[in-house]
């Protein structure tokens, strides 16, 4: 019989967590034994949804009363580091939702902790469980558009507010210091680990960002990161301006044989043979959610790997930390920082 991993939730400020939630509670492998927040409806909510047993007012209490295999963290960006260092010398894994962090000194404290005490940190991207994705991955790390020289990928909707994220996810995504930024660290962070994923960091990296239509105090609406890597580019597009859908295909790479981009869910690739469009299949155990992933990590001790490894999302860091120094500076920053 498979042991059961015991799971706690710290913070559940970041709206991801109710799917991820849902994710957990359905894993055989897997029991729910605590949730630590101080937002009394949200205690309420993870009680009545989920049946979690025990709540805390803080996570820290959690974290410090109860035998935990595992902590979900669904905090700001900024605590996500604090999270990582109670958690690592008591051995207890780390699952946190996209971005690592809102700096990069933060984003390697996390690093730090997890190599003292070798546990594993495993950082949530949707879009890393989307089949078509995936798809695109595969097919780029399988060489067939050729060696990548260029990745576009836009990140857009209407706002966090406007697209009815909640109120205690929003109120921290307006706030510069818990978030890192704006739209920019919101969303130009997909493109970013994206990036990450298949080059690596960049030689240089040039930003902008402005609040071009929110009316309410927000850090930034509208964001644009370009990297520059010895012989690619790598851009970097966030809005939270956008009411209505994506007008072309995304996100768009392009090969010295070829070019892959997604289009719903269709793939659509060019090669110097021809073009065709792909139905991306369904995503396959143990890759289709980012518990499931996990576990099964923990379960045959094989690495974390691809676009939630904390090494690629730790680099996405350092490209947004540049993205926004650039931004703030007007110039040009080099890498590493």
Excluded at 96 to 109: F, W, Y
Excluded at 215 to 237: C, H, K, Q, S
């Amino acid at each position: 019989m498979a042991r059961k991993y015991r799971v706690g939730v710290a913070m559940m400020v970041h709206d991801h967590v109710w799917g991820e939630l849902a994710h957990w509670a359905s894993h055989p492998d897997v029991e729910l034994v605590a949730a630590g927040d101080p937002n009394e409806d949200l205690r309420h909510k993870v009680q009545a949804e989920y049946g979690v047993p025990r709540v805390y007012d803080t996570w820290q209490e959690m974290v410090e009363r109860e035998e935990l295999d595992i902590v979900q963290a669904a905090s700001n960006n900024r605590d996500a580091a604090d999270i990582v260092e109670a958690c690592a010398p008591r051995g207890i894994h780390v699952i946190s939702e996209k971005p690592m962090s809102a700096t990069l000194d933060q984003a390697n404290r996390m690093v730090r902790a997890a190599e003292a005490t070798d546990i594993r940190v495993m950082i949530n991207w949707p879009t890393a469980w989307a089949p078509t994705v995936q798809e695109m991955e595969r097919r780029i790390v399988g060489g067939e558009i050729g060696r990548l020289i260029y990745l576009k990928q836009r990140s857009a909707h209407n706002g966090p507010k406007e697209i009815g994220c909640s109120t205690h996810f929003w109120s921290w995504l307006y706030d510069e210091e818990l978030n890192g930024a704006g739209a920019l660290m919101d969303y130009c962070c997909y493109a970013a680990d994206m990036c990450a994923r298949f080059m690596g960091l960049p030689e240089q990296v040039a930003g902008m960002r402005g609040t071009f239509v929110k009316t309410y105090p927000v850090p930034d609406d509208n964001a644009i990161i370009l990297m520059r890597y010895r012989d690619a580019f790598g851009v970097a597009e966030a809005c939270w301006t956008q009411p209505v859908g994506y007008a072309t295909p995304n996100p768009v790479a392009y090969g010295t044989d070829g070019s892959l981009a997604i289009s719903g869910s269709e793939v659509l690739m060019q090669t110097t043979s021809g073009a065709k469009t792909i139905i991306a299949p369904p995503t396959e155990y143990p890759r289709r959610n980012g518990p499931e992933y996990l576990i099964h990590c923990l379960q045959t001790g094989e690495p974390i790997t691809g676009f939630c490894s904390m090494s690629v999302s730790r680099d996405a860091q350092e490209i947004l930390e540049a993205g926004k120094r650039a931004a703030d500076s007007g110039t040009t920053m080099r890498l590493p920082l």
